[in-house]
């Protein structure tokens, strides 16, 4: 019994994580129809930001997140003016080329700079620190990292849902030249999506800091993991990618413990074609 409370605390924490890091993917997605490309390289980015930020100012990852949500705000915002705008309106991969660029110049940056190594940051805060939990045992940096994962996807689906802004997302999303006629800057509505996907993979970057290694190749599985969500969970839906992440990540968690830890990513992707093949829009897609 303690072996599958352990692997459905394993897969619902890691669920969470996939979830936010979806989170802002699934903006792009629905309210733009643009694949990011780069989003795994964003994720990268803010975790050797807060590395070093706690490497070199001594400033814990349980704080560095926020300066990760933010820069990485920006970063998506500049993605999106220097990029995502040119690009808009000409080829249909133009896009999704772009980001590849970006992705590519991103990573081999990172590691003509910082070399392939893997960095652990030590001497956090929640380092080592785990408790017993109806005989499991619990990793605190994890379950930190899913409780405040869990709290920013809910603030998201929160301004979305309940403020002036988030209804003109949703408008945007679904008529942009309607949302224009009612008054709608969509351009600075896309400039905000760009933004806010890139801030929730910059805090989930900084989270993830406190007890993974950072490298170059990091945010590749990641990345990956973002866009079967979105897909599963249908475009542009905030609970959607919460669903899926966490079906994800207990499908993950229980083939890799009671069938082999080398097929827990062909159970992944084999659940994820089946709902494809059933419902294309995904699960929650309109």
């Known amino acids: 019994m303690s072996n599958f409370v352990q692997v459905l605390i394993d897969g619902i924490l890691s669920g969470l994580l996939y979830a936010l890091v979806a989170a802002g993917l699934s903006m792009m997605w629905g309210v733009m129809d643009v694949i990011n490309f780069a989003h795994g390289e964003f994720l990268m980015v803010a ?17 560095s997140w926020i300066a990760g949500g933010i820069f990485l705000f920006l970063i998506g915002a500049l993605t999106y003016r220097l990029i995502i705008k040119n690009s808009l309106g000409k080829a249909a991969m133009a896009p999704l080329l772009a980001t590849f660029g970006l992705s590519m110049l991103l990573k081999n940056f990172c590691m003509n700079r910082f070399t392939p190594n893997f960095r652990l940051l030590s001497g956090t805060i929640m380092e080592g620190k785990t408790f ?5 045992i619990v990793s605190v940096p994890q379950l ?17 849902k309940k403020t002036r802004v988030g209804w003109a997302i949703q408008a945007t999303a679904m008529d942009k030249e309607a949302a224009e006629l009612m008054g709608i800057d969509t351009e600075n509505i896309y400039l905000l999506v760009f933004g806010i996907g890139g801030a929730c993979v910059g805090v989930a970057g900084g989270l993830m800091t406190t007890y993974l290694a950072v490298h170059p190749e990091v945010g590749g599985l990641f990345s990956l993991i973002a866009f079967v969500v979105v897909a599963l969970g249908g475009f542009g839906s905030i609970p959607g990618a919460l669903f899926a992440a966490l079906l994800i990540g207990l499908v993950e968690s229980f083939a890799g413990f009671y069938i082999a830890a080398v097929v827990k990513y062909v159970a992944v992707f084999a659940i994820y074609l089946v709902v494809i093949m059933i419902r294309p829009k995904g699960l929650f897609g309109w």
């Open 47 to 63: 975790m050797y930001l807060c590395y070093w930020i706690g490497e070199i100012l001594g400033i814990d990852p349980l704080f």
């Open 144 to 160: 930190v990292t899913a409780i405040f994962s869990l709290a920013v996807l809910l603030g998201v689906y929160w301004l979305i």
């Open 132 to 136: 017993q939990f109806a005989g499991a």
